[in-house]
């Protein structure tokens, strides 16, 4: 299964990127979309952080194996999407 | 006997054979659905894996797995039982062992409904430390993620702002405490009460 790194740039500038040097396996590159909403979903419902205020600020810089930036998602786009 | 990761020493449910003490490395109780887990308390050198044993309860609904390599001394539960009986000064010790492990997940309690992701990482590497020789704590974020019941990602960011602040390092695997004063003061209230009250508790003799 293909391995993706996701990237979460919480503040602005460089030192606000928390870099996923893990990544999580996802089944198809079809299914990555569903699977950095599902995860910025869960976040918003149940991660509390004193560095994130409001979660609809962060973004996710999805990278693959290669390093390569294959998807950009802003939170916001998923919390309007539950409105 | 060696303690290595993931090793299961009591499975939820099933009949308790053996109760270990700790010497080195340190082992999670967990409450385990499917695939997730989610981290109640953590024994290590301080204390004994199987203290339902000293409560007169041969099963705990909970699982209790290797979190860090180490040693352990282990007893048949059969064998406990009955120094319990016959020695009511090493069952005391055992009791109050096991009120101090209570106020421990009580405290998990507090802090996973009252604090931030930072402040929950905070006590949980300040309570590995505590447990271990030297600085550095092998560990995935994977794992984390699973001890703190909070997504990668949250706990990635929350290791950042951690190591941002110059408290920790974190490498690949492997968290390095730079900072246990400030690590403390960024726990605040979520970590020393139960180590308190484990000192008090012990210091009572038998």
Same mark, same amino acid.
């Given at each position: 299964m293909p391995r993706y790194f996701l990237h979460l740039q919480y503040r602005e500038g460089p030192d606000g990127l928390a870099v996923?040097?893990? *990544?999580?396996? +996802?089944?198809?590159?079809?299914?990555? =979309?569903?699977? +950095?909403?599902? &995860?910025?979903?869960?976040?918003? =419902? *149940?991660?509390?952080? *004193?560095?994130?205020?409001?979660? =609809? &600020?962060?973004?996710?810089? +999805? &990278?693959?194996?290669? *390093?390569?930036? +294959?998807?950009?998602?802003?939170?916001?786009e998923v919390a309007d999407a539950r409105l | 006997m060696d303690l290595t990761l993931k090793q299961v020493l009591i499975e939820p449910n099933?009949?308790?054979?053996?109760?270990? %003490?700790m010497e080195a490395g340190y082992t999670s109780i967990a409450a385990v659905d499917g695939r997730s887990a989610i981290e109640l308390g953590i024994i290590?050198?301080?204390?004994?894996?199987?203290?339902?044993?000293?409560?007169? !309860?041969?099963?705990?609904? %909970? #699982? %209790?797995?290797?979190?860090?390599?180490?040693?352990?001394?282990?007893?048949?539960?059969?064998?406990?039982?009955? @120094? @319990?009986? $016959?020695?009511?000064?090493?069952?005391?010790v055992l009791l109050r062992y096991a009120q101090a492990l209570s106020v421990q997940t009580s405290g998990t309690a507090f802090v996973n409904a009252e604090h931030t992701v930072e402040t929950r990482l905070a006590r949980w590497l300040l309570m590995c430390h505590d447990r271990l020789d030297g600085d550095d704590i092998e560990i995935t974020h994977e794992f984390m993620s699973m001890m703190l019941g909070v997504r990668r990602s949250g706990v990635t960011t929350a290791t950042?702002?951690?190591?941002? #602040?110059?408290?920790?390092? !974190?490498?690949?695997?492997? @968290?390095?405490?730079?900072?246990?004063?400030?690590? $403390? $003061?960024?726990?605040d209230n979520a970590y020393g009460?139960? $180590?308190?009250?484990? !000192?008090?508790?012990?210091?009572?003799?038998?």
């Open positions: 996923d040097e893990e *990544g999580d396996e +996802v089944t198809s590159p079809d299914a990555l =979309r569903e699977h +950095v909403e599902q &995860t910025a979903r869960d976040l918003m =419902r *149940g991660a509390r952080l *004193g560095a994130i205020p409001d979660w =609809r &600020t962060c973004t996710f810089e +999805v &990278t693959d194996e290669a *390093g390569k930036l +294959v998807l950009t998602l802003p939170f916001a | 099933q009949p308790i054979e053996h109760v270990t %003490f290590g050198r301080e204390g004994m894996v199987g203290v339902p044993v000293v409560l007169y !309860a041969r099963t705990s609904p %909970f #699982n %209790f797995f290797v979190q860090h390599d180490g040693r352990g001394l282990r007893m048949a539960a059969s064998r406990l039982e009955v @120094i @319990i009986d $016959e020695r009511p000064s090493i069952h005391r950042h702002v951690l190591e941002g #602040n110059g408290l920790i390092q !974190a490498k690949r695997g492997v @968290i390095t405490i730079l900072d246990r004063e400030r690590l $403390e $003061e960024m726990a009460l139960p $180590e308190a009250e484990y !000192a008090r508790l012990m210091a009572q003799g038998q």
